[in-house]
């Protein structure tokens, strides 16, 4: 699988490379030897494994992200849950308290009895 990110990553360090060899190529006397010094050094282990470990904190670090949003997400989902119980548990309260206002009340009869 290709990653785009890894990839123009590459392009630019590779793009400053060369950029930095046609420098060096102008520049110096031993310029030319610099650049070949910098072509064989993009070619090599050493860089192709600093280029891996940059290559698999990238991953690791999208795999966190992606790992932190879909826990936010269900944090979310929850609290969104609790918030709507929560309205509507007020709804119903509000609701009862109205219809106890609203209805008429009877009148309330007293019996006497008396000796």
Known sequence: MVNFGLTA???EIVREAVG????LRSSRHDGEAKAV???EYIL???FISRFKGFAESIAALREHQSKERQWH???WSKQTRYYDEMENERREIAARMLAIAETPTKPILKVCGGT
């Open 9 to 11: 990553s590459l392009a």
């Open 20 to 23: 930095e060899i046609g420098q």
């Open 37 to 39: 010094q910098m072509f």
């Open 44 to 46: 090599s282990d050493h």
């Open 73 to 75: 997400s269900e944090a």
